[in-house]
């Protein structure tokens, strides 16, 4: 295992279990080089799932401390998760993830990646049965976020696998379906942004193999575009869980290097 270093790690700040403090001692345990913190931004609706606002400094505060901490030992960085409709500016911060689990249904924001009761909700009330157009409200929203904002990393791109696993609805071998995705995916291209290959789903058991899907990772390493594995951890005993599997899909498609945070510099390429 080479990745030794995760960018997608949250907090009890937002809906983490582990206490940044705890994570970083694991992390250095476990011979990381380096951790970056991405707890979900503040945004202005489902509270109980993003830093509140009011705590937005002390989530700073406590990571710009270990940073220091861990100073010569351990790049620790200040990052965060930012969701499509998020209220702050990642200006503050060292890097973000732009990620989309809300879309709106009935007048409100609701997670993709809530509940399965949820998921077929939304199929069935507002894409009138058809789960593909599910498919192309979330990739058109992601493809927009990306491609205006061009973000250091694009978060688990095929979100909507996860409850497609526990509720299955769409056909994600499809021609149609793989074409939706690989379009959305294609205008990213030019960004600059790293793909990421989350093997959350998998920690969660919900999934077998991470985000994206392979024929889109293979698609991106045509095109020339860069990877970071992370397995967007919410629980300490899932930090690096998976990491394997995803260098092995990732040789098995071709890749040769990933990028991950770095100790000298802000991003690093390591063999794979
Ligand atoms: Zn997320
Ligand atoms: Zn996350």
């Known amino acids: 295992m080479s990745v030794l270093s995760c960018a997608h790690v949250h907090t009890p700040f937002c809906d983490g279990k582990t206490p940044a403090p705890d994570m970083a001692r694991a992390a250095w345990e476990k011979g990381f080089i380096s951790l970056g913190f991405s707890s979900h931004a503040p945004q202005d609706f489902d509270p109980g799932s993003c830093i509140p606002p009011d705590q937005e400094e002390n989530y700073k505060a406590q990571i710009r401390a270990l940073q220091a901490q861990y100073a010569g030992r351990m790049a620790v960085y200040l990052g965060i998760e930012r969701d499509y409709y ?9 890097y973000y993830i732009a990620s989309v ?10 997670a993709i990646d809530g509940s399965p009761a949820d998921f077929c909700r939304r199929i ?16 058109d929203l992601l ?20 409850n497609n696993a526990r509720s299955p609805r769409l ?24 793909l990421e290959v989350n093997t959350g789903g998998m920690a969660r058991g919900v999934l077998r193999s991470p ?11 045509q095109w020339g575009g860069e990877v970071i594995i992370n397995s967007d951890c919410h629980d300490v005993r899932f930090l690096d869980a998976y990491f394997d599997d995803a260098e092995a899909l990732l040789r098995a498609l071709g890749y040769d290097h990933a990028v991950r945070l770095g100790r000298g510099q802000m991003w690093e390429r390591y063999a794979l």
Do not use: N
Not at 101 to 110: Q, T
Not at 124 to 139: P, S
Not at 143 to 162: M, S, T
């Open 171 to 194: 056909d994600e071998e499809s021609p149609s379906y793989r074409a939706l995705a690989l379009d959305a995916l294609a205008a990213m291209k030019d960004t600059g942004a790293f």
């Open 124 to 139: 069935d009330e507002d894409c009138g049965g058809d789960a593909l157009l599910l498919a192309r409200r979330y990739f």
């Open 101 to 110: 689990h809300y879309l709106p249904l009935a007048g409100e924001y609701v």
């Open 211 to 221: 985000y994206p899907q392979a024929f889109l990772l293979s698609a991106w390493r």
């Open 86 to 94: 998020a209220c702050v500016s990642p200006a503050d911060y060292d």
């Open 143 to 162: 493809r927009e976020y990306v491609v205006r904002a061009r973000p250091p990393i694009i978060g688990h791109f095929d979100l909507l696998r996860k």
